[in-house]
């Protein structure tokens, strides 16, 4: 039995070049890299390194601080570099792809028959422990400390995310040894959300508390649904996967093969054929945006991930671990000549002060980077509550991340949110700040003073 989450605060950005529902195969990347950053607040350890041959899914690097915590190549071939910055930091690793994959065999598994304790054993050595996260903190899960439940959120809202109901379509083996495995791990109930009149491949699975997600963005997020279903308090832990990385994990499950393929969405509006690809986790970039081919070429912004909490890369750069969609939207290096003082007809805003895209609800956009005025000091306006959906006053847990106010962090709810939280108040900000680097950086200093 279902149970609903109906969402009322947020808001939609709905933007022009929503990928198609035709799915091709990218065109095979030379090569593909894996970058530590991905996996905050991990520290790399090298264990393959440069001129090493390797099988998919055997080991990169692991965890300094849990060596038990493996990092996998998504291809075999060769390390041909460790790219490196300042204080030798690694940045990258880099495999040159075989033509032919060679997959590294972790045999298959009956997870029935498994116990917990197997399972994620099994999980850490495959390389797979790195797509379990969690909460509080939002970094990769501690495999140490149990949690109270688990979380997949199979309703997408933000601004051209990939649509899970057609990606996950006809994967219900996979999702569901998944979904049996993570079951083992907690003692808790595994929470899956869909929307509301989806038809989902999730909803009709084993082992699962189903919920209906409706309403506009975050309703998506899984940290709203985890408010509404199961709250965080001190000294919890809550696990979050996405559905995508469940096939990964279940597949492993099912054949022994750590296949790091993804299906992703190219979408926006600069894009001239926006669809979905078969690629691989830390494909070129290039390989999959220039095969649809792109408007203006030279004023381009390519983005991993969504608009909203995506990474800005070049046209070399390659697909970042957790994303499941590349956004490519005009460059915004335009000004418009009083553009503060005119109706505003063609942009986005919470505001009913000259702009009217509040009498277009279901009119789509093509909106550029332009923030559209410049970094300066909080403004208390009240918007930012008008599109935040926790039960949690988002100026005052900025303020308190901004000075480092620990105790006020703790009582104004930090342990229940992440940095995409944010994102749709960045995005309404007047004040142009940075919203989600902001949250970052204080669960970064909670993670080390609190732990």
Request: charged share 25%.
């Amino acid at each position: 039995m279902s149970k609903d989450i109906r969402i009322r605060k947020g808001l939609d950005i709905k933007l022009v070049g929503d990928a198609e529902r035709i799915t091709a195969n990218a065109t095979r990347s030379n090569v593909y890299a894996i970058k530590p950053d991905d996996f905050h607040g991990i520290v790399p350890k090298v264990i393959a390194k440069q001129g090493t041959e390797v099988k998919a899914g055997e080991p990169l690097f692991h965890s300094k601080s849990n060596e038990k915590m493996l990092f996998p190549s998504p291809v075999s071939g060769e390390v041909v570099e460790i790219v490196r910055g300042a204080k030798r930091k690694i940045l990258a690793f880099k495999i040159l792809g075989d033509k032919e994959q060679k997959f590294a065999d972790f045999g298959v598994k009956d997870v029935n028959a498994m116990s917990g304790d197997e399972v994620k054993i099994h999980l850490l050595q495959s390389g797979c422990w790195p797509f379990i996260k969690q909460r509080p903190y939002d970094v990769i899960a501690n495999p140490d400390v149990a949690p109270k439940a688990i979380f997949v959120s199979g309703y997408t809202t933000a601004p051209l995310a990939a649509d899970y109901d057609y990606v996950l379509e006809g994967r219900q083996n996979e999702l569901q040894a998944a979904v049996n495995a993570l079951s083992k791990l907690t003692e808790g109930k595994v929470h899956v959300s869909v929307g509301k009149n989806a038809n989902s491949p999730l909803a009709g699975l084993d082992n699962i508390t189903l919920h209906n997600v409706s309403g506009p963005h975050p309703a998506g997020n899984v940290s709203v649904q985890i408010a509404k279903v199961d709250p965080i308090n001190k000294g919890e832990v809550v696990w979050v996967v996405t559905p995508q990385d469940l096939l990964i994990i279940g597949e492993l499950l099912l054949t022994g093969k750590f296949n790091a393929e993804r299906t992703i969405a190219l979408a926006g509006s600069s894009v001239k054929n926006p669809k979905y690809y078969r690629t691989k986790i830390g494909a070129e970039v290039a390989s999959v945006v220039y095969d649809s081919g792109v408007f203006d070429e030279g004023n381009i912004r390519v983005i991993s991930g969504d608009v909203l909490t995506g990474e800005n890369v070049k046209p070399d750069g390659h697909l970042g671990y957790y994303h499941n969609t590349i956004s490519v939207i005009p460059e915004g290096d335009d000004y418009e000549l009083f553009g503060w003082n005119k109706p505003i007809f063609n942009k986005i805003s919470p505001s009913r002060a000259l702009t009217f895209s509040w009498l277009f609800p279901n009119k789509k956009y093509n909106l550029n980077t332009n923030t559209n005025g410049e970094h300066r000091a909080f403004v208390v306006t009240g918007t930012y509550e008008n599109v935040f959906p926790l039960d949690i006053y988002p100026l005052q847990l900025l303020k308190a991340c901004a000075v480092y106010d620990l105790d006020a962090m703790e009582q104004l709810g930090m342990y229940e949110v992440a940095p995409e939280d944010f994102a749709l108040t960045e995005f309404i900000c007047v004040s142009k700040q940075p919203h989600q680097q902001i949250i970052r950086e204080g669960l970064d200093l909670m993670l080390k003073e609190i732990g």
